[in-house]
């Protein structure tokens, strides 16, 4: 059985300001090349949703601005 990891990650929104905490949970084991990633909730006017395997798109309720969070850095 898979342990997961929990935790909250902090949004905040770039155009207006808008703070909000997504529920983030993850498989525990840093030798899996996959974490599978999910959004467990949200608390705040925002909405997020996985971008794929590890990105998190966040959605500003306020204001409709869009932003991501563990977004991979292009190399
Ligand atoms: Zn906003």
Redesign the pocket.
């Known amino acids: 059985m898979a342990a997961r990891d929990r935790y909250n990650a902090n949004f905040k ?1 770039e ?2 300001g ?1 703070e909000g905490i997504v529920k983030v949970s993850e498989d525990d084991y840093p030798f899996m090349k996959k974490l599978h990633r999910d959004v467990d909730g949200v608390e705040g006017q925002i909405s997020a949703h996985m971008n794929g395997e590890f990105e998190i798109q966040v959605t ?1 309720l ?2 409709k ?1 869009v932003g991501y969070l563990f977004k991979r850095k292009r190399s």
């Open positions: 929104c155009n207006c808008n500003c306020k204001c601005n």
